[in-house]
């Protein structure tokens, strides 16, 4: 069974910086792409940042110049450095991960992690 831990969440001022890691646990599996979502109170979840097996990354326009998102193959870990926050950031990020176990793939979530920014 794969499971999707995360950490890094909590509370700060607006301008301040965070660091999420979601890292998976299992075995007999093969990592694809890993991501970071965010839902904010009342919106839909939104793709924040995506990066390939193969390391190329994606954001989404709000978050360019100000989040970084890094993988640790080794450590099966994926990292989203959370710079100049704003209020606008605050939401539950959830980790999303594509994973391969003998010939099929899997999407799998995390549980999410809170980020509140105060202005």
């Known amino acids: 069974q794969v499971q999707l831990v995360e950490s890094g969440g909590g509370l700060v001022q607006a301008g301040g910086s965070l660091r999420l890691s979601c890292t998976v646990s299992?075995?007999?599996?093969?990592?694809?792409?890993m991501g970071w979502h965010r839902q904010a109170p009342g919106k839909q979840r939104e793709l924040v940042a995506r990066?390939?097996?193969?390391?190329?990354?994606f954001y989404q326009e709000p978050v360019k110049g100000r989040f970084t998102i890094s993988r640790d193959i080794a450590k099966n870990t994926v990292y989203l450095q959370m710079n100049s926050l704003a209020p606008e950031d605050t939401a539950v990020y959830y980790c999303?991960?594509?994973?391969?176990?003998?010939?099929?793939?899997?999407?799998?979530w995390g549980q999410g992690t809170q980020v509140t920014v105060s202005s």
């Open positions: 299992g075995s007999m599996f093969r990592i694809d792409a």
């Open positions: 999303n991960v594509d994973i391969q176990i003998a010939t099929l793939k899997y999407n799998v």
């Open positions: 990066i390939s097996s193969t390391g190329i990354t």
